[in-house]
């Protein structure tokens, strides 16, 4: 067998060991009963370390070993460009799992796999120091995990660089700034305004499983395929895949507030077109994989808020709404519902901001994560630092950790330098959103006909299809001709909340 | 570490896995969209695969070869005879799986994983033509299973022995020719009485959510701990586990038969309540397993019928029934309700069989199942075979394969060799009861006032907790004293049912 087929081979049954494990964290996420936390924690952390055990076995380092140089990872013979870009991003994940032993990416899952109910309960019953000594633990794995990644960057580089290769905290220091310099004003003058756009609209009783049955009638139309997926409850909305063909997002319904289950399936909608939508051909490898995590993010943000908060949306579905909950809704105009649902509003919660507010709670997040991995803050000191920033940031306070340190499970997971992913989803999705617009003129109208497939095509052919072919950067070059700015996002709020407020 | 220690620590870590590979299955008949099927079929198969590999692996033949010779079983050195039961129920296991190739272990797992949804279909379709291709894979897999594992004797018996180890095809056989003797007669006697019992007081429309809800009523007064598993549904109910901390059941529910789904949940109830009663200091290894399928079904036939469908029960339940459905059963009296639920009448579906037809189902099976893996019969001869036996023994031709040789979940598992377990459980179980009502004299007491803590108590010590310490054979000893006959079964039956029928 040529080494590419060898490893395509070898790949493909290491992403079904990983598809296999996934499967065992969506049940822990959505129906595992409590007691069986520690068997599933050993469960998952024992398949974990086999599937990296696979992935630096003999299985890949052989036929990669044909194709580059297993220390520098450049390319060895004369290879066409696919075969080495391929093997330059397998080789990319090959050198970052090598250097993790086996015994700690066992204990990270295993950690990980018991801090999570936790983190579920302590939030339930708003106590932080339930959690905490779960959170030292993986503060204390994530460090180590650093030194064995043992680059030469700043600590949390190392971490970012999981999640979107090549960015750096300046980087993203660098566009927050940018962002934070047009956001603050703009968050002021609307809060200066005195603009009421009828928030409360949204916030009646509406019938769960009503809202249940109006969210995946819209999943439909979007074109995410129920036979390769379904939707379950969850505390915390996500979307999970353990192949192509079984991509299963979750949602969470709040019977006082209608948009949070439809805005959680549509952003989980969007994430779970990406992953139907992969390129099935090189399922194992990089060529079908998610370019990275803040393009997955533009996919799941596009829908949920350039698509979903927009006007056509709603010139299609509004009336539709409308006949579900006539009792909510016959006495409300469209273009009081588009203001409602367009209310911008500082909160505590990130999950529920606008797309002004949503930003500084990613900003907030990064200064803190830095702090926690650059400075070793003490874990007991972040409650009341979380509370501090939030006020500096949003000039409001949490009452409680529930409000406030306790609302994102992403830490319970061991995931630190993932939040700055989802603010650069905001920038990215608007640069590709402007891209489709330019290639398919008529794209409102198809929206306000309900009609997703052009959307959807498009993206799954120049977004999805692609894998790891592209960078990020390279992929947002592409598309735009320019590198990555905040500029196009604070453009796109400008023009769309200078129709609601006066800015 | 001495042997016994690091078997004990290998063995947890296999289960382990084994649990991992049980929620891939568990979501297979719950959740999983139909598109996962593929991908599925090859997780599963991978991971069978691995965890057989590790089982044959040196991390149990070099501390179990300390303990045992690996050729014939006998035990070494001077150990005591806790070790020596141990040691010789590891042994019998690793002795048949040494005996089967990785290869067909992974190819066996990865049939049924694809058989499995086509019988659905076929089943849901009534297209038995779409089934048998699958079938006749399994079916010569089968016979290179009973090859692999070369044992002289027939080979139906080398199937039968891996659910009931030690019972022969001869002992069944003689088991069911005392059954048929006696129950015949009895079947034909209560044809022939013209009693009506009022079966139509349970074929009335029942409110699925309140059949679902009073089905968990039971289940927690029985002792099943919803901590430590859970309820679904899915096509045909079941019980898996994933560690005694995590056991699932299944039922299902028909609107239009109240008894569907609370017998469904009372009899996996039965089942779960052994796996959840295991003995988890020795987890992982014999002594925290089941003693055998028969056995195992004597508890969920013990729940099912002899509790609960006994009149202690229903003097308990039936007033709180009648509460839940005053519309179809406030004019219904305790006595009419008891003889409606024991009517006897021949029927298609094995599982909605009454106490006495059940068996006749079994025995249908079996003769079957015999000519299919001793004979060689073909597929598409069974569909009339199925039917003739039918009429053969019930009297009634079913009309549609649904309704015939497509009902039962088992041969798209792979699974042949398992029904005969299903009538052990009936004779099993009353000779298990009636030990339980000589130590816990007011036991009907106890039911009627829906206190199961003594009988569940009972069960844990003297059945759950024994694991293989004990072969079936002996516990039947131990219990009564003698070997297992048909006798104790049928005249229970006598009992019971004289006071309904004229028998």
């Known amino acids: 067998m040529n080494p590419v087929d060898a490893l395509k081979n070898e790949l493909k049954q290491i992403k079904d060991l990983k598809g296999a494990i996934n499967l065992l964290y969506w049940d822990m996420e959505t129906y595992m009963p409590k007691g069986g936390t520690e068997a599933r924690a050993r ?5 974990e370390a086999m599937a990296h055990e696979r992935f630096i076995g003999e299985g890949v380092s052989k ?3 044909e194709l580059v140089d297993l220390d520098s990872g450049k390319s060895l013979n004369g290879l066409d460009s696919n075969t080495e870009r391929l093997s330059f991003e397998i080789w990319k994940d090959y050198h970052r799992a090598v250097a993790l032993p086996k015994e700690f990416v066992e204990e990270l899952s295993r950690t990980a796999s018991l801090a999570h109910p936790v983190w579920v309960e302590a939030r339930e019953k708003n106590d932080f120091s339930l959690f905490s000594p779960h959170l030292e633990k993986l503060i204390a794995l994530k460090h180590k995990e650093i030194s064995y990644l043992g680059s030469n960057s700043i600590p949390y580089d190392t971490l970012l660089d999981e999640y979107e290769p090549g960015v750096t ?6 566009l927050f700034s940018e962002l934070k310099t047009d956001l603050v004003p703009m968050i002021k003058a609307i809060q200066d305004s005195g603009v009421d756009t009828k928030r ?9 499983n009503k809202q249940w049955e109006f969210s995946e009638v819209i999943l439909k139309d979007m074109g995410y395929d129920f036979n390769c997926g379904r939707q379950d409850k969850a505390v915390h909305p996500f979307t999970i895949d353990f192949h192509p063909t079984d991509v299963r997002i979750t949602t969470r319904i709040n019977e006082n507030n209608l948009m949070d289950c439809l805005t959680g399936s549509i952003h989980e909608g969007g994430h779970a077109l990406y992953e139907q939508g992969l390129d099935t051909d ?3 490898t990089p060529f079908c994989e998610a370019i990275s995590y803040g393009i997955h993010e533009s996919q799941s943000r596009l829908w949920e808020n350039l698509v979903g908060l927009s006007k056509p949306f709603w010139e299609y579905y509004f009336p539709k709404l409308q006949t579900v909950f006539p009792e909510n809704l016959s006495n409300v105009s469209l273009d009081e519902f588009y203001r409602s ?8 919660i990130r999950v529920d901001a606008d797309e002004l507010t949503y930003n500084l709670h990613i900003m907030l997040r990064f ?6 991995i650059n400075d070793n803050i003490e874990v007991a000191a972040l409650p009341s630092l979380w509370n501090d920033k939030m006020e500096e940031y949003l000039g409001i306070r949490p009452e409680t950790d529930t409000e406030g340190i306790l609302q994102d499970v992403h830490w319970s997971h061991g995931s630190f330098g993932y939040f700055p992913t989802y603010a650069l989803g905001n920038l990215y999705n608007i640069i590709i959103f402007n891209k489709v617009n330019e290639d398919i003129p008529d794209l409102n109208n198809n929206i306000s006909n309900g ?3 052009p959307l959807r095509e498009w993206l799954k052919k120049n977004i999805h299809q692609v894998g790891r072919k592209q960078t990020a950067k390279e992929m947002i070059q592409s598309l735009s001709g320019e590198n990555l700015t905040a500029k196009p996002f604070i453009t796109y709020l400008r023009n769309k909340y200078s129709e609601i407020y006066p800015i």
Chains 1, 2 share one sequence.
């Not at 469960?43 to 398949?47: A, F, I, K, W």
């Not at 200064?367 to 926690?372: D, F, R």
């Open 282 to 284: 090189w399922y194992g």
């Open 451 to 453: 009609k997703f497939s």
């Open 43 to 47: 469960q998952v952390s024992m398949l």
């Open 200 to 208: 409360e609209i949204l916030q009646q009783h509406y019938d769960a």
């Open 341 to 348: 649902i367009n209310t911008v509003k500082p909160g505590f």
């Open 63 to 65: 036929p990669l070993g």
């Open 169 to 174: 905290t300046e980087d993203v220091e660098k």
């Open 367 to 372: 200064e803190i994560e830095q702090m926690i």
